[in-house]
């Protein structure tokens, strides 16, 4: 079965610091796609990014870094100088290119980032 | 670019009540989906459209709930008669194409309180 956990309920950090959201994919596929979304008070979702299976390239964008390890299943993002405008919910997702799995997303990791 | 627009943003009924909800998706993406976001849950996929044809219903309570897209373009979500447990947020979100494995963008949500 697919499978999203994002273990961590509430992170709290001061502003400036670093943070890092873990998230643990559960797949039997081969080839999957794992994303991750910002959701702020708004309430919009808003896509930050997405990796394939088969490329474990770590990527940077900015203060945002991904950490992609299949020996782990793990999909962790990290913040680095935190800001108080990073303060939201982050979800992770699964999306499988096979049979009828569906575009899975964990339970979320909200972060508060305090002045 | 417009992103996607929903309305309303607020919603709040009597349970055994009907309610509607409209989404419009940003111009040119094929695919549009409803979820479902209980508070402190990841959204939940209730049923995905390519054009105006559906991909994907199998998490949706047919009972009760309903959805048309006509003419590819916009759609619609009903709920015929609500229950307490459909208190919600309801997210529409569209994309160019597949669905599964491409980014999807995300409208505001309707809040739906059924008391």
């Known amino acids: 079965a697919q499978k999203v956990t994002q273990a961590q309920t509430e992170i709290s950090v001061v502003e400036k610091e670093d943070v890092t959201l873990d998230c643990v994919y559960e797949?039997?596929?081969?080839?999957?796609?794992l994303f991750w979304y910002k959701q702020p008070p708004s309430g919009e979702l808003v896509f930050l990014i997405r990796?394939?299976?088969?490329?474990?390239q770590n990527e940077i964008s900015g203060r945002y870094s991904w950490n992609f390890q299949k020996s782990t299943s793990s999909f962790n993002f990290t913040i680095t100088a935190s800001q108080v405008v990073d303060s939201a919910v982050y979800f992770c997702?699964?999306?499988?290119?096979?049979?009828?799995?569906?575009?899975?997303f964990g339970t979320g990791t909200r972060l508060k980032v305090l002045a | 670019e417009a992103g996607v627009a929903q309305s309303p943003r607020y919603k709040i009924i009597e349970k055994r009540q009907s309610v509607a909800f409209w989404c419009n998706p940003i111009?040119?993406?094929?695919?549009l989906y409803w979820y479902q976001q209980i508070l402190g849950q990841g959204p939940k996929l209730l049923i995905q459209?390519?054009?105006?044809?559906?991909?994907?219903d199998s998490q949706l309570p047919k009972d009760r709930f309903s959805a048309e897209r006509l003419k590819g373009v916009d759609s619609t979500l009903k709920i015929q008669p609500a229950k307490l447990e459909d208190s919600a947020v309801y997210l529409c979100?569209?994309?160019?194409?597949?669905?599964?494995?491409?980014?999807?963008?995300f409208g505001p949500g309707t809040r739906l309180t059924v008391l």
């Open positions: 979100a569209s994309s160019l194409a597949g669905g599964r494995v491409v980014p999807q963008y």
């Open positions: 990796r394939n299976s088969f490329d474990e």
């Open positions: 797949t039997r596929d081969t080839t999957y796609y």
């Open positions: 997702a699964l999306g499988s290119t096979s049979g009828t799995y569906k575009y899975i």
């Open positions: 111009s040119g993406h094929a695919t």
């Open positions: 459209f390519q054009n105006n044809g559906v991909v994907d």
